[in-house]
């Protein structure tokens, strides 16, 4: 049987070596480093006439990151990231942020991961809420379709509202990379992808982000 001494040692080691791995996934960048410098083409969305600026500005592309690793959420664009992803994600700064991610896996089908942080009225567990599930054919046709329209537009990034949440879609393949990110309510090609992104991931407020148009 371990010591006192001997076991606080092992634990201290162990919580050690989580908070490295952590930092050095801080320390990962998010995104392609190009994407600050090219530009994309924002289409028009409501009040919002369609622009061109860069795809990620630097303030943003450092944001997104902290968000998506509050999240516990790895960057896409890993070189080991390894199988084709989706990953949809709203985020505020704050208790309604959401994310969810699909991954192609044997015999082709795609397994989903949605993650929230703990929030009194939305998730009750205090380490945040986790769905994690294989989508059945339905479901993964029903997606695919929602992402057909999305896949044929390069990357892009779009101003918008100061104060407004952010949607933002990311899609790896091979050694390709996208995302197509936008403040307040998307357009409606983005919209109708997120939609089913948030109802396949069971996020609590999926209807109501469905009803904001």
Request: aromatic share 8%; glycine share 8%.
């Amino acid at each position: 049987m371990l010591g006192r001494d001997a076991f606080l040692l092992v634990a201290t080691t162990s919580v050690a070596s989580v908070l490295i791995v952590y930092a050095a996934l801080r320390e990962t960048p998010f995104f392609p480093a190009s994407f600050q410098t090219t530009v994309g083409e924002c289409p028009e969305n409501r009040g919002f006439p369609a622009h061109r600026r860069p795809i990620l500005e630097d303030h943003e592309a450092s944001w997104f990151g902290g968000q998506l690793m509050d999240l516990r959420e790895e960057p896409l664009t890993r070189k080991d990231a390894g199988r084709p992803s989706l990953r949809f994600s709203i985020l505020n700064d704050g208790y309604l942020n959401v994310t969810v991610r699909v991954t192609k896996v044997e015999g082709g089908r795609l397994h989903l991961t949605a993650k929230w942080p703990h929030s009194p009225s939305i998730c009750a567990d205090e380490k945040g809420c986790v769905v994690d599930k294989l989508l059945s054919p339905a479901e993964q046709a029903r997606l695919e379709a929602a992402m057909e329209p999305l896949l044929h537009v390069p990357s892009y990034g779009c101003y918008g509202g100061a104060d407004s949440s952010r949607s933002i879609l990311e899609a790896r393949d091979g050694d390709t990379y996208r995302i197509w990110h936008q403040r307040s309510t998307p357009t409606n090609d983005l919209h109708a992808a997120a939609d089913v992104f948030l109802k396949l991931g069971e996020w609590p407020l999926a209807d109501e982000f469905q009803r904001a148009r």
